[in-house]
């Protein structure tokens, strides 16, 4: 089975940044989507950024212009730059990849916490 690995994270000052990095084991599909989720206390787990195998990308509004996405789909990985981080920021971030839609692997979840 696919195994997600993260790692990264942590704290950060508000407008500092972090890195997330997730590597993918086992027998991966060729075609997939890999990309990062947040969920925050009292929050529904919601969706940062992903990018399919072919390169295509979704941002969420709320971090376009600070996150960044990328992948090395020869190597299984994806990672997500966090620039300029805000407090709202602040979430348990999960890497994610989908072969099709309800056919799922996660990451184990990385802490990040931005506060002053």
């Known amino acids: 089975q696919v195994q997600l690995v993260q790692s990264g994270g942590g704290s950060a000052q508000p407008g500092g940044s972090l890195r997330l990095s997730c590597a993918a084991s086992?027998?991966?599909?060729?075609?997939?989507?890999m990309g990062w989720y947040r969920q925050a206390p009292g929050k529904q787990r919601e969706l940062v950024a992903d990018?399919?195998?072919?390169?295509?990308?979704n941002i969420a509004d709320s971090v376009k212009g600070r996150f960044t996405i990328s992948r090395d789909t020869a190597k299984n990985m994806v990672y997500l730059q966090m620039n300029t981080l805000k407090p709202e920021d602040s979430a348990v971030y999960y890497c994610?990849?989908?072969?099709?839609?309800?056919?799922?692997?996660w990451g184990q979840g990385t802490l990040v916490t931005v506060s002053s």
């Open positions: 994610n990849l989908r072969i099709v839609r309800g056919l799922d692997a």
């Open positions: 990018m399919t195998s072919g390169g295509i990308t």
């Open positions: 086992g027998i991966i599909f060729t075609i997939n989507t």
